[in-house]
Structure formats: C-alpha cells, structure tokens
C-alpha cells in the first residue's frame, strides 16, 4: 500500500513538473525575437505574406488556444508537425534518439570507467600534507571548460592535423560499428569530461569519508589488503552519492549533447533542436525540451530506486516505515 502510495505521489509530481515545463517553453519559445514568420519569409515579406503563414499553422489564435491544442495533442502522443520539414516531429525525434542515445551512453560509461577508479585512487593514495593537488587540477579544469569550446578546440585540431579519427561525419552503427565508433569517440570524450571530472571528486570526498570509519580501521588492524578494503568495505558504502551523481550527470549529458552533436556535426536530436531554435521550428522544441524534462524524471526515479538497493536504509519505503 505505501509502496502505491509512492508510486502515485511521484506520478502526481512528475505529471505537475511535465505540465509546469510545457507551459514555459511555450510561452518562451513564442517570447524569442524574431517570430516564425520573419525567419521564413524574411525581413522583406509583406503583411499580407505574415498572416498568410501564420494562419496556415495557427499562429494567429490567441496563445492559449495555440497552447491548449498542441497539450491535447501531446497527451494523445502527436508532437505537431515541423513547420520547416512538415514531417511529423514524434517521428523525426525517433529517428535521431539513438544518435543522442548512443553518445551519452559513451559518455556515462566513460564517466564511470574513468571517474570512479580515479577518484578512488585519489583518496587511497591522499597524503595528510595535501598530495593529490595535480589530480584536483586536472578535475578543476574539467569542470570548468565549457563544451563549445572544448569541442571546437578538438575539431579544429583533428581537422587541421588529421590524426586519425573523423571529425563533420558520422555513420549509422546498424552500418558500420567501427566506423561509427571512431566517428563518435571524439564527441563522447567532450561530453565526458565535465562528468567524468566531477565523478572524480565526488568519489574522492566520498571515499575519504569512508575510509575514517571505525570498521575500515578494524579491517586494516586485522591485516586485510588495501583494495580488499576498498572493494568490501569502501566502495558500497561510498556508493550512494556517487550513483546520485551519475544518475544526475546522465540528464545533465543529454542536454550538453545539443552544443556537441552541433559543434561536431551528429544527427542527433541535440543539433535538431539548436536548428529548431534558429529557424523558430516551435513544435520540435516544444517536443524536445519536454522529452528532457520527461528523461531527467525517469532518470530521478530510478535513483531513488537504485539508491534504495544499495543502501536499504536510505531506500523510498524505509523512509515511510519510519
């Protein structure tokens, strides 16, 4: 029953934050210089040409007419029409997810291989004198270069030196798996460093504050080895903020995968909508932003879940037994 009750309280929420996120993109969307209208026909077109258009695609009902059909269409599934395309926009954000999908798979899974271990080295092998500094650096540097620039500092570099990996193309996996990874290693590792610095020194506090426990000191005096500690005593339980953080991490990814499928040529969902935006497109970015929103939703669920598996007492019925 509490179990239900949960699950009803989270759909509840999920569905108000679903409704909140559609009403300002929306209204923002339609607040951007330069309408629809303008950016089509151009800053010569006539009145008669504007209204012409924008009653073609309802643009001329009052806002929350336009914004009261396109939410009832949304609940029965149909994201609207690209105006640009005039393709449906469900099926065109379909067919660019697995591009999106795979890139921030890349980029979790480097994240992971990368930032735990690096973090867990760091506070095995801390020193009382502040050794680790270049490690902190290095995480520094991550976490503060942006992925534009990041990004175009890569393209600029394989593109003028030719080091061996494509730089403006891509290829289908479902055509060439190995094509399609050199393609999309270069964009993952952009992604990936942001992520990849910050799980890096959440593992490290965590981890260090493991590692006074009095059960981790038990385990030393009784001789055990020191990865056998990390591996037994440590790492569960210096688990939960860093699976917190990844899971946080993975919807913050998918939303830098709009500036690095974009800076890097990927026919992702990410550089559709940045081209949504510029042409005023506003049922694709009506459409991808609430798919976002709807990502990051799941993504906060299933934390809650796995956190509750790693540590029962941290888990969403243990905090209603109480």
């Excluded at 699950?7 to 996120?21: F, P």
């Excluded at 760091?122 to 990041?150: C, Y």
């Excluded at 932003?289 to 990502?295: Q, W």
Aim: hydrophobic share 55%; net charge neutral.
């Amino acid at each position: 029953m509490r179990l239900l009750m949960w699950w009803s309280g989270r759909a509840l929420s999920s569905a108000a934050t679903l409704l909140g996120v559609s009403v300002l993109i929306f209204a923002a969307v339609r607040l951007m210089p330069g309408g629809f209208a303008e950016t089509v026909l151009g800053p010569f077109a006539t009145a008669e040409q504007k209204a012409e258009l924008a009653a073609r695609y309802g643009l001329d009902q009052p806002v929350f007419m336009q914004y009261g059909h396109w939410l009832g269409a949304v609940a029965g599934g149909d994201f609207g029409v690209s105006m640009i395309s005039r393709q449906p926009v469900g099926a065109e954000l379909l067919a660019r997810l697995p591009v999106t999908a795979e890139l921030t798979v890349l980029a979790v899974a480097a994240s992971v291989l990368l930032g735990v271990p690096l973090g867990v080295l760091t506070a095995v092998r801390a020193r009382p004198d502040g050794g680790g500094a270049a490690g902190r650096l290095l995480s520094g540097l991550g976490v503060s270069v942006p992925e534009f620039v990041l990004g175009s500092l890569v393209v600029f570099v394989f593109s003028r030196y030719a080091l061996g990996l494509e730089v403006g193309s891509w290829t289908p996996l479902t055509q060439d798996p190995a094509a399609n990874l050199a393609t999309m290693i270069l964009p993952a590792a952009v992604l990936s460093v942001f992520s990849i610095s910050v799980t890096a020194r959440t593992t490290r506090d965590a981890v260090m504050g493991v590692l006074v426990e009095p059960y981790v000191t038990a385990a030393v005096g009784r001789g055990e080895s020191p990865w056998f500690i990390v591996r037994h005593h440590i790492l569960r339980n210096a688990a939960t903020p860093v699976v917190t953080l990844i899971g946080t991490t993975t919807a913050y990814l998918l939303g830098g995968a709009l500036i690095v499928e974009h800076v890097f040529n990927l026919p992702g969902v990410g550089s559709y909508i940045v081209q949504a935006v510029g042409r005023r497109d506003y049922a694709v970015v009506q459409a991808g932003v609430l798919l976002a929103a709807g990502v990051f939703i799941v993504m906060n669920v299933l934390i809650d879940l796995l956190v509750g598996v790693i540590d029962p007492r941290l888990g969403v019925m243990a905090g209603r037994r109480s």
